[in-house]
């Protein structure tokens, strides 16, 4: 499933274009936990493949809020697995102040013994939505799910916070996207830069890389992407006169 979903931003960024999906992270829970919980709820034994909804939980991270939405219309439209249900913590936070976009699916696993069907779940949110929740689950680890009220207020106060921090992000999502897009270009140009540099000293061509070297360090410093890609056709021109 990770795979998957890895491969969808991989499509994104293939063509050219800005994924909704930023990471994925997933688990199989461990058997510890399975048992634990089984007992909190009074799940039997031989019910939890069928009654135990995350134990497999996938984690889908998005830069901005509207992004979630995106990201479920994907997965609304996928054949390979069978959505069960889902929450809309986003828009609905819990009283806690947790935000999140909940899916529980159906995915059919190959096993040895032929096809198994498990029961797993989608968490899709925010880099600031996952932040807090790391957060919360650590305090509710370490205060067996009896955190103190003035803690659990200040818990609250930064989940608004959070979801105030997305908002304001979305306000200039095409300004941050625009400036990721400028800074993959540069990156990309000045890799090359090194590649081409990295080639002229494999041809001899010693003085002339480290020349090229020290105009890259001063162009790293606050030049432009056409400066740079000047500097880079000027070593692709060094490069084919020494190379024939």
């Given at each position: 499933?990770?795979?998957?979903?890895?491969?969808?931003?991989?499509?994104?960024?293939?063509?050219?274009?800005?994924?909704?999906?930023?990471?994925?992270?997933?688990?199989?829970?461990?058997?510890?936990?399975?048992?634990?919980?089984?007992?909190?709820?009074?799940?039997?034994?031989?019910?939890?493949?069928?009654?135990?909804?995350?134990?497999?939980?996938?984690?889908?991270?998005?830069?901005?809020?509207?992004d979630i939405e995106t990201v479920v219309q994907l997965l609304r439209k996928r054949t390979d697995m069978q959505i069960l249900y889902e929450k809309d913590y986003v828009t609905n936070g819990k009283p806690s102040g947790y935000r999140s976009y909940h899916?529980?699916?159906?995915?059919?696993?190959?096993?040895?013994?032929?096809?198994?069907?498990?029961?797993?779940?989608?968490?899709?949110r925010t880099l600031s939505m996952n932040f807090w929740a790391t957060i919360e689950h650590s305090l509710n680890y370490k205060y067996k799910q009896e955190i103190p009220s003035e803690i659990k207020n200040k818990l609250r106060n930064a989940a608004d916070?959070?979801?105030?921090?997305?908002?304001?992000?979305?306000?200039?999502?095409?300004?941050?996207?625009?400036?990721?897009?400028?800074?993959?270009?540069?990156?990309?140009?000045?890799?090359?830069?090194?590649?081409?540099?990295?080639?002229?000293?494999?041809?001899?061509?010693?003085?002339?890389?480290?020349?090229?070297?020290?105009?890259?360090?001063?162009?790293?410093?606050?030049?432009?992407?056409?400066?740079?890609?000047?500097?880079?056709?000027?070593?692709?021109?060094?490069?084919?006169?020494?190379?024939?």
């Amino acid at each position: 499933m990770k795979i998957k979903l890895k491969s969808i931003r991989k499509e994104y960024r293939r063509r050219n274009e800005y994924s909704p999906i930023e990471f994925v992270t997933g688990r199989v829970k461990e058997v510890s936990s399975m048992l634990e919980k089984a007992n909190k709820f009074g799940i039997p034994i031989n019910r939890l493949e069928y009654e135990l909804e995350d134990i497999a939980g996938i984690r889908v991270m998005c830069q901005f809020v509207d992004d979630i939405e995106t990201v479920v219309q994907l997965l609304r439209k996928r054949t390979d697995m069978q959505i069960l249900y889902e929450k809309d913590y986003v828009t609905n936070g819990k009283p806690s102040g947790y935000r999140s976009y909940h899916m529980i699916i159906k995915y059919p696993v190959n096993m040895a013994e032929g096809q198994k069907e498990i029961l797993a779940e989608f968490q899709i949110r925010t880099l600031s939505m996952n932040f807090w929740a790391t957060i919360e689950h650590s305090l509710n680890y370490k205060y067996k799910q009896e955190i103190p009220s003035e803690i659990k207020n200040k818990l609250r106060n930064a989940a608004d916070a959070a979801f105030q921090l997305d908002e304001g992000m979305l306000e200039i999502k095409e300004e941050i996207k625009d400036a990721q897009k400028l800074f993959e270009v540069k990156s990309d140009v000045i890799s090359n830069i090194m590649n081409n540099i990295l080639t002229l000293s494999s041809l001899g061509k010693i003085a002339e890389a480290s020349r090229y070297q020290l105009l890259l360090n001063k162009l790293i410093e606050e030049g432009d992407v056409w400066e740079f890609n000047n500097l880079l056709h000027s070593i692709q021109r060094d490069i084919e006169k020494y190379d024939n």
